[in-house]
DNA sequence: ACAATTATTAGATAATTAGCTAAATATAGA
DNA sequence: TCTATATTTAGCTAATTATCTAATAATTGT
């Protein structure tokens, strides 16, 4: 639970999570929404890679990352629920309504959400 | 936001809000719980209340350290509301706790993004 | 006024972090 | 094989962080 919470500590990570919520991205497709070099960005997928927040999938000279949502939800219900704020997925639809959107938005560019 | 995910990246502070979630207790008798100095406690109960997150009141020679759980429900849900996953409060209790924790200000210091 | 108590501020340090450029690796296509 | 593309690794720096001890401030009780 620790290196989650490290991993969202920082801004560019946090909005790197939104973008892979709508569909899997590639290293490349997803530093193009920051202002920062592509090592700075490398340096970001690693710590949530390791948090085991994403994951990566190698397809030819491309690096796929996705969402692990599981992960998220468990540390942030583990942590709530030791502060007896007892939360719960609203429903199951979460699921469906991510695939949903996982449509559109080419170049999102600027702020996203 | 930004300040509460920091604050919360450390498992001191984080542990911090849950003793608080008990009820309002003295710098010095959080301090006891943790195997580091005074000074550095008094640092981390600086990073929890510029976050917003807890509260300081002066009694005498001692502070009280109040949770401030709304500021910290506010951070998560707006959040989790950016994946796309809508939690919603699940106890009753939560909020009977809270009420009897204290005179919780309605509208907290405000934060940067 | 003095001593004890509670907590902070001051000042230092070691470790971590986020950022950069340049170089290396791996793959795809001509 | 050569070149371009996608991404990471290496190596560096500046800023931040968590920690410590010592000193200071404020308050209480004798």
Do not use: C
Not at 2 to 25: C, E, G, I
Not at 41 to 52: I, N, R
């Amino acid at each position: 639970m620790n290196l989650v919470f490290k991993a969202l500590s920082d801004p560019t990570r946090r909005r790197v999570l939104q973008l892979l919520r709508q569909r899997p991205m590639s290293a490349g497709e997803l530093s193009a929404h920051f202002a920062v070099s592509k090592p700075t960005m490398s340096a970001h997928f690693s710590v949530l890679q390791t948090a085991g927040l994403i994951e990566a999938e190698k397809n030819g000279r491309t690096i796929l990352y996705r969402l692990k949502m599981s992960v998220l939800e468990d540390a942030l219900l583990a942590f709530t629920h030791t502060l007896g704020w007892n939360l719960e997925p609203k429903s199951r639809d979460n699921v469906t309504r991510m695939a949903a959107n996982s449509r559109h938005k080419l170049h999102p560019a600027k702020e996203e959400v």
